[in-house]
């Protein structure tokens, strides 16, 4: 039997030791980009590309940065914002609402025959509001939960029902809608804050709570995540599908609430591309498109980096005919960075 001598041994060692990998210094770039996407997840590349912007603008544009522009930025967005909290919802559960943009203009239509009919202006709101949530959870949750037919499908036909109802009630004219409450919701406000801003804040604190801390939430991941899967663990596939459609109609309604206010009138033409920019906006914040991934924290730095892009082309003076070119392959270019950066992240 042979036995190591001990500086053999000491020699193994050492040579174990330098062909080990040296330790990462704890203060490189790499080690500061993992404890942010720890952090921040799945959106990591949009709020990258959000610092960009804030940069690029504050350096090139004086009023970029100041109160008054920042806050315009957020009320004009405001109905981005609620949309895209309702898009979230469906999107964490494996589908899409093309019609929920449809649904701000039928909101409108609803709030102008309401206010025609003599109904109170807080009473003719809450009918609205519910109307979204019943229209969305009856039309397209069912279409989608109940009958199984494909998102896309389901909440395009509803698309083309809604804008076609709109156009038949109002012959394609736009209608003015006075209403001193409506005046407030579009330019009032609240302790200081503007009442768009407010809506915003509660809608996005709400929803958050919702996916965060309830147990309709989970059931909405474990949906997105393995529609079998779920309903084999007892859950009601059907009820959280038609629910989950049901806010984003609500959030349709309360955006269409928002842009009335702030418009007086009530247009059949409202929301036509906010569906889609919504969507790319939620895509940027992490939530993946396959279901069971996402959250509102991503969505806002989504919809973040829209408002501040399409606020910037607009101080820089870009001709209106290259804002859609800049704006979109800027959000392109953001999309894949997001998806490649937080492919198989979970945002809650």
Request: proline share 3%; charged share 10%.
């Amino acid at each position: 039997m042979t036995t190591s001598k001990p500086a053999e041994v000491g020699e193994e060692i050492a040579s174990a030791a330098d062909a080990s990998p040296a330790p990462r210094p704890r203060g490189s770039v790499g080690e500061l980009l993992r404890k942010l996407h720890g952090l921040v997840g799945g959106f990591l590349g949009a709020a990258i590309v959000l610092v960009l912007l804030v940069v690029l603008l504050t350096s090139t544009e004086s009023s970029f940065l100041t109160f008054g522009n920042l806050k315009n930025v957020l009320i004009t967005n405001s109905p981005l914002f609620v949309v895209a909290v309702g898009m979230t919802f469906v999107m964490i559960s494996s589908g899409f609402d093309l019609s929920i943009g449809a649904m701000m203009a039928v909101s409108e239509v609803l709030l102008w025959e309401f206010l025609q009919l003599g109904v109170p202006s807080v009473v003719a709101i809450a009918l609205v509001l519910l109307a979204g949530f019943l229209i969305g959870a009856l039309v397209n949750g069912a279409l989608v939960g109940v009958f199984g037919v494909n998102f896309f499908v389901a909440t395009l036909g509803s698309m083309t029902l809604f804008y076609g109802i709109v156009d038949v009630v109002t012959n394609g004219t736009t209608e003015i809608v006075s209403s001193h409450t409506l005046s407030s919701i579009g330019y009032g406000d609240i302790l200081g804050v503007p009442v768009p801003i407010a809506i915003v804040l509660v809608a996005l604190l709400g929803g958050g709570f919702v996916l965060r801390w309830t147990s309709f939430g989970r059931t909405v991941y474990a949906v997105g995540g393995n529609r079998e899967a779920a309903r084999l663990a007892g859950i009601s596939t059907r009820w959280v599908v038609m629910s989950v459609y049901g806010i984003a109609g609500l959030c349709g309604a309360l955006a269409g609430v928002i842009d009335a206010g702030r418009l007086g009138a009530a247009s059949p033409t409202d929301g036509s591309s906010i569906a889609l920019i919504s969507g790319a906006a939620v895509l940027l914040g992490g939530t993946s498109l396959f279901g069971g991934v996402g959250g509102l924290a991503g969505t806002i730095v989504g919809v973040l980096v829209i408002a501040v892009l399409g606020n910037g082309v607009n101080l820089l003076g870009v001709s209106n005919y290259w804002q859609g070119v800049v704006t979109g392959g800027v959000l392109i270019g953001a999309i894949l960075l997001a998806r490649y950066q937080g492919r198989g992240q979970h945002v809650h």
